[in-house]
Structure formats: C-alpha cells, structure tokens
C-alpha cells in the first residue's frame, strides 16, 4: 500500500503500544492547526472527531459525509508526527461491503486506529440490530487484517447517546460481542458514572476501553486510571470550546457593535510561534 511507509508503520506500533498498559488521553483536533498544538503540547496520540470535522464544513454532527471526513483524516494525518485515530461513525455504508470498502480508503490514509459505532442515525431506529452491528464491525476488521497495517479497530455502542432503556446492559452485551467480533478497543460514548464506566471495564477486560469527557462530570484522568479506563478521548469538546468563544466574540461585534470578545485572546505573533518548526 503507498501509505504504509515506516512511518506510518511505527506510528501504528507506537499506538499498539500505549493500549497496551496505563491509561493515556488521545485528544480530538479538528484540523491541522489544532492537531500540531496538541503534539506540541506533549499528546502522545491524537483522534478526529465527526463533529468538530462537521461544523468545520458548516454541517451538523453526523453531516459531513465520507469525502470531507476523509480529507479531514488526511490532513491531521499530515499534520504531526502522532498516531491519529480517526472517528469514522458508522462506516459511510449501507451494507457491510460498503463499510469494509471504506474502511480500507480510511486505513490507506495512514490512520493508527479508526472507529465503527452501531448508530444508524435513524430515529425510529437508532441503533442496528445486533447481528447485523456484529457483520458490519466483522468486515471493518477483515479490510484491516487484508491492509496487514496492524491499524487497531475500536467497536462503539451508542446506546447512551441514543436513549436506549438499559444503556448499561445493552452496551455490555454489545461491547462483548463486539470484542468477540474483533475489535481491539471498546468504547461506550455518553457512560459517566464510576459504577457504569466500571462494569464496563470489567465485562471486556482485558481489552482495552475509551471513555471520552465531553463535559465535566468531576472525574479526572487519575480517577479514569484507577477505574481501569486504558484511554481518554474528549469528542468535539475542544472544538466546541473554540466555537463557543468565536460565536460569543461575533455575537458582540453583530448585536453590540463593540470588540470586547477579543480581549485576552492570543497575539497573531504568538500564535504564529506555536507553528513555527
């Protein structure tokens, strides 16, 4: 494959190697800038996040569609030197053919790790039915096992963020046979509790488990540690940090007709220095 050059090969070596023990964050860039402050910053892997890629395109979570998502991957990818995970929600396909096609364009961009979630982004029915989840996550890790890259798989159960009446029992029972089926990392996005995060720890082990703090809940990256939690992922958090303070300084300029949202916000030198090699 022409992305995998030595490179790419020890990145994806590199990034084997922190699930394998410990507990690290991998924060979510949502472009190039973001993702070489991040590496600046002493990260030791990074992840894309759909929606921080979406708002970027001026969609919706969930609206960026598979060419954007994919130039978005390359281009953090490219960015740094750093493992890069990429958040490729639920393959972009139909069918478990379209996902592994997919998959496979996503592994030739050079990523360490990419997800598949069992979202079907339909309301009335929003998760897919378990066997077909099972399929569809089963041809992701075969298009990775024919790439022979050693890119990592991680399984997601959406149930928390889609309503489910029993997320916790229903993200077990997913989560396991999504191990069973080959994923290398689980992840549960939306659990918070310490009994929830813990049961699902315990009901993988020993595979690895992301959890991501999207919000503060209290917890901190000792007490995820001390849960068992094998990485920290933070979604779109950081990019909607980044909107929140834009929209707030627009909003200023557009109703007040003043510039006070741009006080104590970084020099354009500074800011040239954090991208200065």
Known sequence: MTSDTSRFTERRRAFRRLHESGCFVIPNPWDAGSARYLQHLGFK??????????????????GAGLEATLANVRAIVEATDLPVNADFEAG??????????????????????????????QREQPLYELPEAVARLTAARTAIDASQTG??????AECYLTGHPDPLGESIRRLTAYANAGADVLFAPGVATRDDIAAIVSSVAPK???????????????????LGVRRISVGGALARVAWTAFTKAAQTIAHDGVFTGFEGTLSGPEINGLFTR
């Open 45 to 62: 892997a990074l992840a894309t996040t759909s929606a921080g890629c979406a708002w970027t395109n001026g969609a919706p979570d969930g």
């Open 92 to 121: 972009f396909a139909g069918t478990p053919e379209g996902v592994a096609a997919h998959v496979a364009t996503c592994v030739s961009a050079g990523v360490a790790g990419l997800s598949i979630e069992d979202s079907t982004g």
């Open 151 to 156: 890119t990592l798989l991680v399984g997601r």
């Open 208 to 226: 690895p488990v992301n959890v991501v703090m999207s919000r503060f809940t209290g917890l901190t990256v000792a007490d995820l540690a001390g």
